[in-house]
C-alpha cells in the first residue's frame, strides 16, 4: 500500500488513544503472588523443571561441541599427516635427483642416465613398497631414462605417470596425480608423484627449465600410507549411513578420490556450500549441507581441511543425526530420568499453572512480535489476576503508541536517505556531463573504490564512506573552465595548473556540510602520489589520508580504461599492469594490493567503450600515464 504524500501525513490527526479503565473500575481478580505461592507450595514444579531444563541444555551444547571438535581435530590431523608425508616423498625423490646430477660422470645428463652405476644407484635408495614407493624412475627432458626394480605398475598407474611427468617438465614444480583404483592393491590409495630437478633452484623453490643443464624427472607411484585406514575395509561406491566418509578433492572442488561415499553423495558433496567456500578460499572449515538418501533429506555434518603439500582438500563427513546420536542419548536420559518426578509434581500443580502461564504466554509472544516489528500485535486483556489485565491494557497502549511512532521514523529516514543519496549522484552525474568523454566516471570510481575498501577489510560503514567520498572526488570540476575539461588535446602548463585546482575547490564546496567532512580529505587529495611529487600539497606515503589512496587506484584505473581524444582506451590487462608499476611512486602498495585481490577474484572490469566523438586533433596518447590519470580523473 502506498503511504499518504508528506503533506497529508503531517496534517493528519493521530487517532485518540483507547480509553483504559481504571484499575478500581476492574473486577476482582486474585493476587499473582497468591496463585504462585500455593503452585509452590505444593508441587515445586517449578525449581525441578528449570533446574532439569538448564542441565539437558547445557550438556547438550557441550557435547555438540565435543563431536564438533573431534570431527575438525582428527581431519585437521589427517590433513598434515597425509601433506607431511607427501612433503616427506617429494624431498625425498628431488634428493635423489641431485644425486645424479652431483655425482662423478658424464656431465650431459642423458649420457650419463646411460652409465652402469645409475641403475645400482636407484635400486640402493631403499625405496619400495615398506616406504610406499610403488614403482620409480628417472627420465629426462626427451622422456628417456630408466626405472628402479622397485614394483610392478598397472596401466592406470602408469597413465598417471606419464601426465605427472609431462605437467612438471611443463611447469617446474611437483605434480600430484591420483592413480585410479582399478588395478592397484586393495585398500590403498596411490598417486604418481614427478619431481624436476635441476643443477640450479630458483630463489622461491621452482626448478627452472632449461637452467645449469639439462633437467631430469623423478617420479614414482607412491602410496598415501595416511589414508590406507580409510580406504581399507569397503569399496569407493559403499558407505554405512552413519559412517564416517572421506574424500580428496582438488583446489577447483574436483573429487579426486573417496571412500564411504557413495555416488549420489558424491554429486551433492559437489554442489554443496562448504566445498565452494573451499574453492572460493582454501582454509578449513565446518559446514552442513542436505542431502537425500533413500528418499528422506538428512543434514550431513563435512569438514574440510587443507593438503598445504598439494593445494588439495581433506573432506571428512558424517550424517548429522549420527554424529550427534550420542548427545541425543544424553538428552534422553537426562529427561527420562526427571519424567516421575515431573509427573506427580504436576498433577497437583496443573490447575494452577495452566491458569498463570496462559496470559503470560500470550504477554511474551505479542512481546516478540513488537520487539521484532508487528506493532499491530495486542495481548487479550483476560487472566487470572490485576496485575496481568493492567499489564496487557498497558502494553497494548504502549505497542500503539511505539507502532506509530516507528512508522513515522522510518518513512522519514528512509526518504531523507533516499534524497541524499539521489542528490548526491545527480551531482555527481552532472559534473561528469560536462565532458562527454566522463560520463559515468564517478559512479565507476565509486564502485571500484568500494570493492578496494572491502578488500582491505574496512568496516561496512568506512566502506559507505569511501563510496560517497570516491562518487565526490571530481566535485571540484564544476569550478574549471569547460574549455579546459572538454579540450580534445594534450592540457598546456597553465591549463593543467587550472585542473589541478580542482581538488581545492572540491574540498572547499563540502566544507560547509557537516554530514561530509569525512570525504574531504579524498576529495582534496586523491591526486596526491606516495613519492610526494602529487599535488595540492605534495604529501606522501602515510601522511596521505587512506580514503584518498583507495580513490587514487580507483580514479586512475577508470582514467586509463576509458577511451578518449587523446588516449586510447587500455585492455584490462594493460590497465592492471599499469597500476602494479606505479606502486611506490604513485600508490601505496597495500591498497594495490587490495585492488589486486579483487582483480583476481574477478570483481575488476573495465568500462564499456562508447564511439569516439569527431575531434579537430588527431588522437595521441598523453606523454605519461600520471598525465592521462590527471586528466581523466
Do not use: C
Amino acid at each position: 500500500m502506498t503511504p499518504p504524500p508528506a503533506a497529508d501525513r503531517e496534517a493528519a490527526p493521530h487517532p485518540p488513544a483507547p480509553a483504559v479503565p481504571r484499575p478500581d473500575e476492574r473486577p476482582w481478580r486474585p493476587k499473582l503472588r497468591h496463585l504462585l505461592f500455593a503452585a509452590l507450595l505444593v508441587s515445586g514444579i517449578i525449581p525441578l523443571a528449570v533446574a532439569s531444563f538448564l542441565l539437558v541444555r547445557q550438556n547438550k551444547d557441550v557435547l555438540e561441541a565435543q563431536e564438533r571438535l573431534v570431527l575438525v581435530t582428527e581431519a585437521g590431523a589427517l590433513a598434515q599427516q597425509v601433506s607431511g608425508e607427501l612433503a616427506s616423498m617429494r624431498k625425498l625423490l628431488a634428493q635423489l635427483g641431485q644425486g645424479l646430477l652431483a655425482g662423478v660422470g658424464e656431465s650431459d645428463v642423458r649420457a650419463r642416465l646411460r652409465e652402469p652405476w645409475v641403475g645400482g644407484y636407484l635400486n640402493s635408495a631403499d625405496l619400495g613398497p615398506p616406504q610406499g614407493v610403488l614403482h620409480l624412475r628417472v627420465l629426462d627432458d626427451r622422456g628417456e631414462g630408466l626405472s628402479a626394480n622397485v614394483g610392478w605398475v598397472s596401466e592406470p598407474g602408469r597413465v598417471a605417470l606419464v601426465e605427472a611427468y609431462r605437467q612438471a617438465l611443463a611447469s617446474g614444480r611437483p605434480v600430484y596425480q591420483i592413480v585410479p583404483p582399478a588395478g592397484e592393491p586393495a585398500g590403498a590409495v596411490t598417486l604418481a608423484l614427478a619431481v624436476p630437478v635441476a643443477r640450479r633452484i630458483g630463489a622461491a623453490g621452482e626448478v627452472p627449465l632449461r637452467t645449469g643443464g639439462t633437467e631430469l624427472v623423478v617420479e614414482a607411484l607412491v602410496e598415501i600410507k595416511a589414508l590406507g585406514p580409510l580406504a581399507a575395509g569397503r569399496g569407493a561406491d559403499e558407505g554405512d549411513d552413519g559412517a564416517v566418509g572421506a574424500a580428496l578433492v582438488d583446489a577447483a572442488g574436483r573429487v579426486l578420490w573417496r571412500s564411504g561415499i557413495p555416488p549420489s553423495l558424491e554429486a551433492a558433496l559437489v554442489a554443496s556450500p562448504p566445498l565452494h567456500d573451499f574453492v572460493t578460499r582454501p582454509l578449513a572449515g565446518l559446514g552442513q549441507y542436505p542431502v537425500e538418501i533413500g528418499g528422506e533429506v538428512r543434514e550431513m555434518l563435512v569438514q574440510i581441511s587443507p593438503i598445504e603439500e598439494t593445494g588439495w582438500g581433506l573432506v571428512a563427513q558424517k550424517p548429522l543425526s549420527s554424529a550427534f546420536q550420542a548427545v541425543d542419548q544424553v538428552v534422553s536420559n537426562a529427561l527420562w530420568s526427571t519424567l516421575v518426578l515431573v509427573l506427580l509434581a504436576s498433577f497437583f500443580a496443573a490447575l494452577a499453572a495452566r491458569r498463570v502461564s496462559e496470559p503470560v504466554q500470550r504477554l511474551a509472544a505479542s512481546s516478540h512480535e513488537i520487539a521484532a516489528g508487528n506493532f499491530g500485535r495486542r495481548v487479550e486483556v483476560s487472566g487470572p489476576t490485576a496485575e496481568l489485565a493492567a499489564l496487557a491494557d498497558d502494553f497494548n497502549l504502549m505497542g500503539e503508541h511505539v507502532g506509530r511512532y516507528v512508522e513515522e521514523l522510518q518513512r522519514a529516514a528512509a526518504a531523507n536517505r533516499e534524497l541524499f543519496i539521489g542528490s548526491l549522484r545527480s551531482f555527481a552525474a552532472a559534473i561528469d556531463a560536462k565532458d562527454p568523454y566522463t560520463r559515468g566516471h564517478s559512479e565507476r570510481v565509486a564502485a571500484l573504490a568500494r570493492t578496494i575498501a572491502r578488500h582491505l577489510n574496512l568496516p561496512d560503514d568506512q566502506q559507505h564512506r569511501v563510496w560517497i567520498a570516491a562518487l565526490l572526488h571530481d566535485v571540484g570540476k564544476i569550478g574549471v573552465d569547460d574549455r579546459i575539461l572538454k579540450k580534445g588535446g594534450v592540457l598546456s602548463a597553465e591549463e593543467f595548473e587550472q585542473m589541478k585546482a580542482h581538488t581545492l575547490i572540491g574540498a572547499e564546496i563540502l566544507s560547509p556540510i557537516e554530514q561530509l567532512r569525512a570525504m574531504i580529505p579524498a576529495v582534496r587529495w586523491h591526486h596526491e602520489n606516495w613519492n610526494g611529487r602529487g599535488y595540492p600539497d605534495g604529501l606522501k606515503a602515510e601522511q596521505i589520508p587512506l580514503y584518498a589512496r583507495i580513490v587514487a587506484v580507483a580514479d586512475t584505473f577508470d582514467a586509463v580504461t576509458t577511451d578518449r581524444p587523446y588516449q586510447r582506451a587500455f585492455d584490462l590487462d594493460e590497465a592492471v599492469g599499469t597500476i602494479r608499476r606505479l606502486v611506490g611512486s604513485r600508490f601505496d602498495a597495500k591498497v594495490v594490493t587490495a585492488f589486486l585481490r579483487a582483480y583476481e577474484r574477478g570483481e575488476v572490469r573495465v568500462a564499456p567503450l562508447r564511439p569516439r566523438a569527431v575531434s579537430a586533433e588527431p588522437a595521441r596518447r598523453p606523454p605519461s600515464t600520471e598525465r592521462a590519470e590527471a586528466r581523466g580523473g
